[in-house]
């Protein structure tokens, strides 16, 4: 484990690329925050350098796509992922050649800072992308219930970040027409859109039970995808505001560079074979994060705004995250009861493989220890100890198999005979027991008739004998009391002549 660690942060070290993107976003900040440059380098700056860093994204999504496509331990979803990946990087970069261009033919222009028609379209484009991409990749979750429950937590989440990003949706003016209705759908997807995206990321690194991320770069890549997310979704008027847009501008560079800087961590190591996928957590905080920001955002719109229509967009945001994590909970809670039944059935099933013989279902040596240590601490108790005459010789006559009906023939002898609290056991092998309350030595004819006679099975006829001990116990150890029918039963084992004598001395009077 500590060596996979070491491994994994000296490839992330030494890599020249990285500590690239690691300088750039140390100096990003401060250089676009402090206006070293004027207003027409700035924003050649920043699209030439976002041109860079989408297109270095996309020759890394496009390498962990061919690594995955090699790799015998990554299914296709992942490979496919990452292509798709490659493909929006490529609409990006496409989108910010255009934008280069734009911005230097007119840097004054409100489109050089926002984006162009064309370069908003491929963004849009690219984002649908992958979005698609994302709701396609298995979730790694085989149970239909754990499957509800996890689409139950994607889309609290995912109407909470709705309702946030439609709080932050700005309206474009001028007149309803055709122009209108595009720039509005533009809108909607490059803002509320782009932040389901980034959010979506999020829960695919988090929620899933399979990702497609490594344990360093997935956190590293999903704080970063919803960073940018956020800055997308901030309202025009701060793009266009001279005293913010340095920063704004610093702050989308530096969340580029960070995704940039997460998919390399996430190639150096696939490529050094150290990347370790997170595992799955029992639950999430996630939903109920966003059912109480979405509250937070309703109250506060209806304390200042008043029920205007982002007040309704945020309040019936509000309703729906609330709805899923009530449904989430019932889910849950019919969970835990399918869980608390299993339990219950197990620990039956585990009860009766500890207590009970695997062959014949009669007690086992242990179960009955445990009645007979109880039966003689409450009074007096007859033990029966059987053993099989001539066992041996059935099993190599005959096959194992025979041997083991030859047994389950004894059990269920043993079960016609006994009456309610008595306690037929197999001790092992053909040693077999009854324990019956009070005293019963008056009943040893009725069990030893009871194991005599032949038994067919399949085309065999097998003899069944058995050498029976009894013993009488009131209190005491119930060792001892095993011990003394153990005896017994070996005594008339070893002389049947007395045995049978013993048997018809005694036969009215046991009788």
Known sequence: MIGTAAARLRAVRVDPLLTALIVLVLVTMPGYGYGIAGRTAQLGTFWLVMLSVHGLTTVIAWRLAA???????????????????????????????????????????????????????????????????????????????????????????????????????????????????????????????????????????????????????????????????????????????????????????????????????????????????????????????????????????????????????????????????????????????????????????????????????????ALFMRRLTDSLAAGPVTVFLIDLDEFKPVNDAYGHATGDQLLVEVADRLRALVRAGETPSRLGGDEFALLIEGSAADRLPEVVDALRGTVRIGDAVVELRASVGVAEGDGGSPDVLLHQSDMAMYAMKQDPAAYATFLNRNATQLR
């Not at 995704?259 to 150096?268: D, P, Y």
């Not at 966003?290 to 304390?303: E, K, Y």
Request: glycine residues 10%; aromatic residues 8%; hydrophobic residues 55%.
């Open 67 to 365: 690594a995955a496509a090699r790799s015998a331990h990554e299914p296709a979803a992942t490979w496919r992922l990452w292509r798709l990946v490659g493909l929006t990087g490529v609409t990006l970069a496409v989108g910010d050649v255009l934008q280069v261009i734009a911005t230097f033919r007119d840097p004054a222009a409100p489109e050089a800072v926002t984006g162009t028609g064309p370069q908003l379209a491929l963004l849009g484009i690219g984002m649908l992308g992958l979005l698609y991409g994302f709701l396609r990749f298995p979730i790694g979750v085989q149970e239909s219930g754990a499957r509800s429950r996890l689409r139950l937590d994607l889309a609290t989440v995912l109407a909470g970040a709705t309702t946030l990003g439609l709080w932050a949706f700005q309206v474009p003016a001028g007149r309803h027409g055709w122009h209108w209705v595009l720039w509005l759908i533009l809108g909607l997807l490059l803002q509320p859109g782009l932040f389901l995206v980034a959010i979506f990321v999020v829960l695919r690194v988090v929620l899933s039970a399979r990702s497609p991320f490594t344990r360093t770069a997935g956190p590293m890549l999903g704080v970063t995808v919803v960073s940018v997310g956020i800055l997308q979704s901030v309202p025009t008027w701060v793009y266009q505001s001279d005293r913010h847009l340095p920063w704004i501008l610093g702050g989308n560079l530096v969340g580029s560079a960070l995704l940039a800087i997460s998919m390399r961590v996430q190639e150096l190591q696939v490529r050094t074979d150290t990347a370790v996928r997170a595992p799955r957590r029992p639950y999430s905080s996630l939903p109920y994060g966003a059912m109480a920001a979405t509250w937070a955002l309703a109250v506060l719109l209806m304390v200042t705004n008043g029920l205007d229509w982002r007040t309704w967009a945020v309040a019936v945001g509000a309703l729906v995250t609330t709805t899923l994590v009530i449904a989430r909970q019932l889910a849950a809670f019919r969970h835990i009861a399918e869980l608390l039944r299993e339990r219950e059935v197990l620990t039956a099933k585990l009860t009766e493989l500890a207590y009970h013989d695997g062959l014949t279902g009669l007690a086992n040596r």
